[in-house]
């Protein structure tokens, strides 16, 4: 498959009134969200429910996409055998691209990202500015947990985007650097 292609997926939400308090509505949110990161690693996300993943991915991709189907056959099934009633499966599906489109689908990703690339390196550069209030927090622990996450998914798309040409890649080292500056010197000072 050329350059790459887009997953676009439709998943099934937890939001049925006939799932309401019931165990069911925890079960399909919790598959709804794992499914959703699964998804959204292979790639970079364009707009809603479409990711730009490249083409040498795909033997990965339809093992993410087998995954996500298994798990909501599984959930899905035990909800239509206690209650009697059928839902609809998630709709996943993997289109490839020509060049032009590519570009076009790239184009779309490296604007979303640089928007939150931006919210990212403002919201971290704000802790930075107020980094003896966070010191003094009792949210101390939670906060360099939040960092950490944050610097893994920057981390994974970095990946992701040098894979598929979107020239981000310093900015998002930048945010990587300044996490981690603002990580140390929260540790510094606890």
């Given at each position: 498959?050329?350059a790459?292609?887009?997953?676009?997926?439709?998943?099934?939400?937890?939001?049925?009134?006939?799932?309401?308090?019931?165990?069911?509505?925890?079960?399909?949110?919790?598959?709804?969200?794992?499914?959703?990161?699964?998804?959204?690693?292979?790639?970079?996300?364009?707009?809603?429910?479409?990711?730009?993943?490249?083409?040498s991915?795909?033997?990965?991709?339809?093992?993410?996409?087998?995954?996500?189907?298994?798990?909501?056959?599984?959930?899905?099934?035990?909800?239509?055998?206690?209650?009697?009633?059928a839902?609809?499966?998630?709709?996943?599906?993997?289109?490839?691209l020509?060049?032009?489109?590519?570009?076009?689908?790239?184009?779309?990703?490296?604007?979303?990202?640089?928007?939150?690339?931006?919210?990212?390196?403002?919201?971290?550069?704000?802790?930075?500015?107020?980094?003896?209030?966070?010191?003094?927090?009792?949210?101390?622990?939670?906060?360099?947990?939040?960092?950490?996450?944050?610097?893994?998914?920057?981390?994974?798309?970095?990946?992701?985007?040098?894979?598929?040409?979107?020239?981000?890649?310093?900015?998002?080292?930048y945010?990587?650097?300044?996490?981690?500056?603002?990580?140390?010197?929260?540790?510094?000072?606890?």
């Amino acid at each position: 498959m050329g350059a790459g292609c887009i997953v676009v997926y439709d998943l099934i939400s937890e939001n049925w009134g006939v799932l309401k308090n019931t165990e069911y509505v925890h079960k399909l949110r919790a598959a709804r969200i794992r499914a959703t990161e699964l998804l959204h690693r292979l790639g970079v996300l364009c707009t809603e429910s479409v990711i730009l993943v490249n083409g040498s991915r795909l033997q990965e991709v339809n093992r993410v996409i087998d995954e996500v189907k298994q798990t909501y056959d599984a959930i899905l099934g035990e909800i239509e055998k206690t209650l009697g009633i059928a839902f609809p499966r998630p709709i996943i599906r993997v289109l490839g691209l020509t060049t032009e489109q590519y570009d076009a689908f790239r184009e779309m990703a490296e604007r979303r990202l640089k928007e939150a690339l931006d919210a990212n390196i403002d919201r971290v550069s704000s802790l930075s500015e107020r980094l003896e209030d966070v010191r003094g927090s009792a949210n101390v622990k939670n906060l360099l947990t939040s960092l950490r996450k944050l610097r893994r998914e920057w981390i994974k798309i970095r990946e992701n985007v040098v894979a598929l040409g979107i020239p981000l890649k310093d900015d998002i080292d930048y945010l990587i650097q300044l996490i981690d500056d603002v990580m140390a010197n929260i540790r510094g000072g606890v």
